[in-house]
């Protein structure tokens, strides 16, 4: 009972994270809330991997509850986050430079010559070689441009076997987001680019209404967390420039504020570049 009584008071002490995305709505996440709810795969989370998606969630506004970004861990395997495309092109649109864009496959036809054309359709006698994309972007004489080959990224499983040409489109489209407007786009990766899937806990297989991006969150301490019992609720003072930073000065690094002293000896390394 004396345990129990312990846990509960220390879950009820947790330091929450509170944010306001683009869309207005506010986001309260608590570590427990993560790992109760938001995660997805057969992994234990630990507490740099819960670390690293609440830092990733504020710094970039993103809404879990909304599905915009999903949380995946299995078996011993670092765990990564994944993003709905959709958010990318939000970001995009919101930015008063962004002028639309276009984007298509590569393929080669019988007779050897390269075509590209903007969306997805192959002729039964083409081969689909690769993906382009075009964005439009107030002030420059030229369009950014991105092309990809599917060599590169096709597994030959999952969406890759049954929806090839839609794959290597939404890579190339990613990366010639991210090139074009890199501060909306930082630490956000498209899970095209490496074949993440999202289980539910029946072990089915999750279809997202977009492609994902993706960020993995760096070599995980695999040992299975507990909620350390946090002395006082710390208000943080303003984002340092790194996390190197946070963890170096002023009120403690995140890891202490959210699970305690002991808990800051897990990371080792920043949990993300910006």
């Not at 395997?77 to 276009?102: C, D, F, H, I, W």
């Not at 993440?196 to 995980?220: C, Q, Y």
């Amino acid at each position: 009972m004396a345990v129990n009584n312990s846990l509960a008071k220390a879950q009820s002490q947790e330091t929450e994270i509170r944010y306001d995305t683009p869309n207005g709505e506010t986001v309260i996440l608590k570590p427990s809330t993560v790992r109760s709810m938001l995660v997805n795969g057969n992994g234990a989370i630990t507490n740099q991997e819960v670390t690293m998606f609440l830092s990733l969630c504020k710094f970039q506004k993103l809404n879990p509850f909304l599905k915009e970004v999903y949380l995946i861990k299995y078996g011993n395997s670092p765990a990564t986050m994944v993003v709905g495309k959709e958010v990318l092109l939000k970001r995009a649109m919101r930015n008063p430079k962004y002028e639309g864009m276009q984007a298509g496959i590569m393929t080669v036809d019988a007779s050897g010559n390269l075509k590209e054309r903007e969306g997805t359709f192959v002729l039964d006698k083409e081969t689909l070689v690769g993906g382009w994309a075009k964005v439009f972007v107030k002030g420059y004489s030229t369009p950014i441009y991105a092309s990809v080959s599917i060599k590169e990224y096709s597994t030959g499983q999952s969406n890759w076997k049954s929806k090839p040409a839609t794959m290597i489109r939404k890579v190339a489209l990613a990366q010639a987001l991210r090139e074009a407007f890199p501060e909306e786009m930082a630490a956000l990766y498209d899970a095209s680019e490496m074949d993440k899937t999202v289980v539910d806990t029946s072990g089915e297989e999750i279809v997202l209404d977009e492609t994902p991006i993706s960020m993995p969150v760096g070599n995980a301490v695999e040992t299975p967390v507990q909620v350390v019992e946090a002395e006082k609720v710390i208000t943080p003072s303003p984002s340092p420039a790194t996390p190197t930073e946070a963890k170096s000065g002023g009120q403690g690094s995140i890891e202490e504020i959210m699970f305690g002293s002991q808990a800051a000896g897990l990371i080792n390394e920043p949990p993300f570049e910006v």
